[in-house]
C-alpha cells in the first residue's frame, strides 16, 4: 500500500495542509479522503516517501556465530 500527502479545503474554507492516507492508488486514497471530509476540495496531493520501512540486513554465517558467542 502507498501513501499520500493530501492538501485540501474543507468545505467551510479551512485549509488542512497534510494529511496522509494510506490506498493502494491514489484514487482509492482520495475515496477514504472523501469519507472523512465530505465536499473538500482537493489542492494538492503527493506520494509520501515510505521512509518507515526498513530493508532487511543481510548477515554471515560468521555474523550470527559471532552474535550467538558473545
Known sequence: MQKFNFSIQTRDGQRIVSVVIAGRDQEDAE????QMYHHCEI?????????????????SVEDIITLISK
Open 31 to 34: 475515496r477514504k479522503l472523501r
Open 43 to 59: 489542492v494538492s496531493c503527493n506520494a509520501a516517501e515510505m521512509s518507515d520501512q526498513k530493508t532487511p540486513q543481510v548477515m
